[in-house]
């Protein structure tokens, strides 16, 4: 077993080795090549407070749902100053008095100043949440959960540092995600579960899937002729970062959001072929294949359905917008802002279903191989004791007889121990068939 453990971790190690050397080469060494016209360079933000909101009336105005308002808002800005300004607020609840918010200051063409409100300031419950969600996996989880919280801020380290650095910085975002990928799957599934056996098969079973996935969707992004325009965010950056590939930023998405899924089905599937094994130490590979495999495919039925509906929740505006559309479902399903869902879904879905064999027949293989060097170990152990009962069992056997020997009487030939015959002696006995007393002549 340690030997097959230790050729799927030189597999791992080659595969971390690459991801290490293409971060080193994608490393981004140049300022991001961000334009700041479009990014908005002369605009200034800054927090503030509402203290006062008046309605002035209905907006009416195309594009916007009915009950939208004009409202002209106070804010007390954190420098100290008081400003006033008008806003549309499009649901008519947005704004309240007490409400912080984040003010931008636009300087005009002419010299003066525009306020609009931003955003919301939403800080405060934000980190309300982050505790409650820390607590909740620190109690569940215990020693687990707090490796699994370094594991996600490795990961968010990764991607903050690297991967979007990398990819402003005019670095193909196909081979950043990839090489992330890798990383961030290394590091938090055995900084989690530690190396492992069943580990190491989730691990080597990720990445078998994640090329399957990476292979089909490069495939299909190409045979759909998707332009990765499909989004209002994905013009924006367009239009910030000079030269990215829009289709190299699509498939990277689906290369990370493919990974969060296959890294829950492959530990999952690990840990249940090496359960299996606990529960009968003598089952074969078969066994354990079939057995994995049975649990593998509810769990694939059931996660599929799950990143079904991930994506249903996160379009569900979308949806509504098509509900009304005259256009047959064909054509709907064929504009670019639902194939890209589509690809996304059906490939990820693909990439799941290649992992569960995968991964089952590694795990399947290591854990047979440790029941079989179990069964190896425990035969010697057993010989080795058996040997050495051989070999005390004359000694222990002359030390009898010599002990027996010291208690039998020297010159008895029968045997009769010393303290026999000088009991029987006293009490007037011998040995043998007739034991009554002897008869004297006074009483005959």
Known sequence: MRRVHAG???????????????????????????????????????????????????????????????????????????????????????????????VAEVGAPDGGTTFYVNDIERTRPLLLLTGVFLVAVLVFGRWQGLRALLGLALTLAVVVVYVVPAVLAGSDPTLVALSAAVLIMAITLYLTHGVRPKTTAAVVGTLAALGVTVGLSWLFIRLTALTGLSSEEARMASLQVGGLSLRGLLLAGIIIGALGVLDDVTMAQSSTVFELRRADPRAGFAALFSGGMAVGRDHVAATINTLFLAYVGASLPLLILFSGSPDPFPIIASSEIVAVEIVRTLVGSIGLMASVPVTTALAAWLAHARSAADAV???????????????????????????????????????????????????????GPDRRPPVSDDTA
């Open 8 to 102: 799927l971790l030189a597999v791992v190690v080659l595969a971390v080795a690459a991801a290490v050397t293409g971060a080193a080469l994608l490393w981004p060494t140049a300022a991001p090549a961000v334009d700041p016209s479009v990014a908005g360079d002369d605009v200034r933000l800054q927090a503030g407070t509402l203290t006062a909101i008046a309605q002035l009336e209905e907006a009416d105005m195309a594009g916007l749902a009915p009950g939208a308002r004009t409202l002209r808002l106070t804010a007390e800005l954190a420098d100290g100053r008081e400003v006033e300004f008008e806003m549309v607020d499009e649901t008519g609840d947005t704004f309240a008095v007490g409400q912080r918010v984040r």
């Open 377 to 431: 170990e425990v035969a010697a152990s057993e010989h080795v004791g058996a040997g050495r009962d051989r070999r005390r069992r004359p000694l222990r056997r002359r030390r009898t007889d010599e002990r027996e020997a010291s208690l039998l009487d020297e010159n008895g030939d029968d045997g009769e121990l010393d303290w026999e015959r000088r009991l029987r002696a006293s009490y007037g006995l011998h040995r």
